[in-house]
């Protein structure tokens, strides 16, 4: 898919669903970043898009574009079986993920993914429903850089993939001492608490 341009944002305050990076690369079994939970936090996912609409929902995927003279270099000799071209299948979205959103996916070289283009199309300070993989890399410098750019952010705790189970709860430990910017919510509280989206 395509890189989002910049447009302009959405004016009503209906929530955004993100979803972080939902590749093959972490949901893989053979792969080496593979969260074991990534089949369960894509159902509710599924069941999240389902409820905001396709309209309201944002899909991110995390490429290997990085300059290799910064540390990203060293990143990358850490990992070389991720040292493909962004082309590769590795970094494709998984096939639930694919007919979520209404919008090309953001395309971003590091692991958080609030910038430019996610601030063009959902605004300053938009409300964020922030779901994905892994909760404790790609979720949480997306999580505590769009709170501290002023989004109001929900981390739906069974809707995000850790790396394993202890980092995991470690991560979400760490997001939530930023209340209120960020707030952490089931899945289910989520559905209980926001409306449904007309259509959706």
């Known amino acids: 898919m395509d890189t989002v341009a910049p447009g302009t944002p959405t004016p009503d305050t209906a929530p955004w669903l993100l979803v972080v990076d939902p590749q093959r690369i972490f949901a893989d079994p053979t792969s080496e970043w593979a969260s074991p939970f990534f089949p ?9 898009a389902a409820h905001v609409g396709s309209e309201h929902t944002l899909v991110t995927r995390w490429l290997p574009t990085a300059d290799r003279d910064t540390s990203w270099g060293d990143y990358f000799e850490e990992w070389p079986f991720a040292d493909v071209p962004a082309e590769d299948p590795l970094y494709e979205l998984v096939e639930d993920a694919q007919a979520l959103s209404a919008h090309p996916t953001v395309d971003e070289p590091t692991f958080g993914k609030w910038g430019p283009k996610l601030e063009a199309i959902v605004g300053r300070a938009p409300q964020l429903l922030v779901t994905g993989v892994s909760t404790d890399c790609c979720v949480i410098t997306t999580v505590l850089a769009a709170a501290d750019a002023g989004a109001h952010v929900t981390v ?11 980092n995991g709860q470690a991560a979400l430990q760490v997001m939530g001492l930023f209340p209120p910017q960020v707030q952490l919510r089931s899945t289910r509280e989520v559905l209980e608490s926001v409306p449904p989206r007309a259509g959706a």
């Open 156 to 166: 739906v705790t069974d809707a995000v993939a850790p790396s394993t189970a202890e």
């Open 40 to 48: 369960s936090a894509m159902g509710n996912i599924r069941a999240l």
